[in-house]
Every structure is written in structure tokens, then in C-alpha cells.
């Protein structure tokens, strides 16, 4: 099972870039789109090693891949320049080694939560996006899951939605970034699912697909407002049922 993980979102050229996955085994490869067309997407460069099950987040010049699974979980942070293509950079090391775990972002910020290692997690560690170094400890999430939970922040207020340990959750939690300290229940999802997709604007934060259980793939979009809390709202369908995708939009909270 392999899916691709967003490791930027957009630089000043409106840049959404692609890394990561499974393809009869990890792959390190990195693809980009320019978001305002259509059309195919471009090689970038490589990871600076091969993973799936990794997380993205960016700034407006940086993208940023963290954890994942290689022959065992990972604690491996790379970056890259969005504006450029080449191949990522040694950012640091995760607070904890894990895969299955999500991303977002501030305009400073990155925030990474969730995931398995050798067992569910409820870590959340941060960086700053600007500098390199090790990621630090941030908090909890109210409860711990990976598959995926999807990510998404606003400039001030991070969101983590859905995801799984025992089985699917419906749980959505916030956190506000420029803080540390443990996420805060925000509302719940219509419906509990793992692997799906999250992107955002600076007010609305969107969740798309996923998996109901470990066999029923969804087509489901759902909406939250981020400044604000409360369960999902329906949204509308994705053009067909999928799970363990990746989302990203041209303005979120590493935008400004």
C-alpha cells in the first residue's frame, strides 16, 4: 500500500510539490505541478532517501518531508527550496522515529503529529522552518492515532483530523502554533476515517476520502472553519472513492 505525501504547497511561483511513496518499495522521488494550470507533474529532484508514509508541510520558500517508513520507521526531516528543483537537504531529526503521521504549517512553523512507531502516537514535535535542526517536542494530541491523520493549520491555529489506532477515529483536535502545549478536541468528523487528505485557506480547512474500515474507501469532502470549533460540515465528493492521498492548496497558514 503506498500513497504521496505533500512536502510543499507553494513557493512564489505557486508551486505544489510531491515526494515520497511506495512503488514496489520506497521511492525518493519528487514531482512538482504549478497549481494555477492543468497538466502533468515535473520531476523536482529526490529525497535523500527513499520512504512512504512520510509528512509535508511548508513556508513560502521551503517544503519540508519528515518521518516515514524505509526498512523501519523514520526520523528523517529534509527540505527543500520550492522555487528551485534539485534534490531535498538533511533538515534534522523528528522528536520521535515514525510513519503514518501529518504535517502543517505556520508561516515560521512546522508542526508534525501523530503516527506509529512501536506503537500509536500522540507526539507532536515542531520546527522552525527557516533554520535547520532537530524537531522539538510540542504537546499531545487528545488522543493517539497515525494512518494518517490529515493536517492543516491557518496562520495561527493547527488541525489535526481523523486518522486511527485501533480502529478508525472521528476525532478532530487543534492547536494554536506559535504556543506549545497539548491539542484541544476542535469537533468531530461526520463519519471516523483514516487515510485521508487535508489542505486549507486561511479560514476554511478541507478533509477529503479516506477509508470508513480497513476495506471501505470513501469519496467524502468535508469542511471545518479553523478560526473557529465544531463538527465537519458535508462539503461535496472527490470524482471517485480513494484513500491514503495527498492535498494541497495555494494558500494555507505557511502562506501569507
Not at 60 to 72: P, Q
Not at 118 to 139: K, L, P, Q, S
Not at 166 to 179: F, G, K, L
Amino acid at each position: 500500500m503506498g500513497f504521496i505525501n505533500r512536502i510543499g504547497k507553494r513557493g512564489g511561483i505557486g508551486r505544489g510539490i510531491f515526494g515520497g511513496g511506495y512503488s514496489g518499495g520506497q521511492v525518493n522521488i519528487m514531482e512538482y505541478i504549478a497549481i494555477a494550470t492543468t497538466g502533468n507533474a515535473t520531476d523536482f529532484g529526490d529525497l535523500t532517501v527513499g520512504r512512504s508514509e512520510c509528512a509535508g508541510c511548508a513556508s513560502v520558500l521551503r517544503g519540508l518531508v519528515g518521518g516515514g517508513y524505509i526498512s523501519s520507521r523514520s526520523n528523517i526531516i529534509d527540505y527543500v527550496t520550492i522555487a528551485t528543483t534539485g534534490d531535498a537537504t538533511d533538515f534534522g531529526d523528528l522528536y520521535v522515529s515514525r510513519s503514518g503521521l501529518c504535517a502543517l504549517a505556520s508561516i515560521t512553523r512546522g508542526i508534525i503529529g501523530g503516527g506509529y512507531s512501536t506503537a500509536y502516537e500522540n507526539t507532536i514535535d515542531y520546527i522552525t522552518i527557516a533554520t535547520t535542526g532537530n524537531a522539538t517536542d510540542f504537546g499531545n494530541l487528545t488522543t493517539a492515532r497515525g494512518y494518517t491523520p490529515a493536517g492543516f493549520a491557518s496562520p495561527t491555529r493547527g488541525i489535526f483530523a481523523g486518522g486511527a489506532a485501533a480502529s478508525e477515529s472521528n476525532v478532530i483536535d487543534y492547536i494554536t502554533i506559535a504556543t506549545t502545549g497539548n491539542a484541544t478536541d476542535f469537533g468531530d468528523l461526520s463519519a471516523k476515517r483514516s487515510d485521508a487528505a487535508g489542505m486549507s485557506s486561511h479560514v476554511r480547512g478541507v478533509i477529503g476520502g479516506g477509508l470508513y474500515d480497513p476495506s471501505t474507501s470513501v469519496n467524502v469532502i468535508e469542511y471545518v472553519t479553523i478560526a473557529t470549533t465544531g463538527n465537519a460540515t458535508d462539503f461535496g465528493d472527490l470524482s471517485a472513492n480513494r484513500f491514503d492521498i495527498a492535498g494541497l492548496s495555494d494558500v494555507h497558514g505557511g502562506l501569507t
